[in-house]
């Protein structure tokens, strides 16, 4: 295989995974998948399926989208990772990353640490 398997890393395993409460969200003029996905703390292709939909689909002012059931997963910290590019890897904002997980110093983060996204 052309693959290392020390460059595989699972970031999700169905015992990881929660359900957290959420709501619905009335689309508005000017929202995008990528819009609202973020407004939610989501990926915008999560978002598109869990409505039945792809990030192709129109939009529509007034559309409701399900925003409920949003999976809640964790990441455990390795050596070398910073929280910078945990979140790139995850298509997180840092702050949300911090914010969300009682972080106060984006700059001290310790191997073994859970960070939920």
């Given at each position: 295989?052309w693959i290392s398997?020390?460059d595989v ?10 359900q ?66 945990i ?6 904002s840092v ?23």
């Amino acid at each position: 295989s052309w693959i290392s398997r020390n460059d595989v890393e699972i970031l999700q395993t169905s015992a990881q995974a929660k359900q957290t409460s959420g709501s619905t969200y009335t689309v508005q003029s000017g929202d995008s998948w990528w819009s609202i996905a973020n407004r939610y703390g989501m990926n915008m292709y999560t978002l598109a399926a869990r409505n039945g939909k792809t990030i192709y689909s129109m939009l529509h002012p007034g559309d409701k989208l399900t925003v409920i059931g949003q999976t809640s997963r964790t990441y455990a910290v390795r050596r070398g990772d910073t929280l910078s590019n945990i979140a790139n890897r995850l298509g997180q904002s840092v702050y949300k990353l911090a914010q969300n997980n009682n972080i106060t110093n984006i700059n001290l983060i310790y191997v073994g640490q859970k960070i939920s996204y």
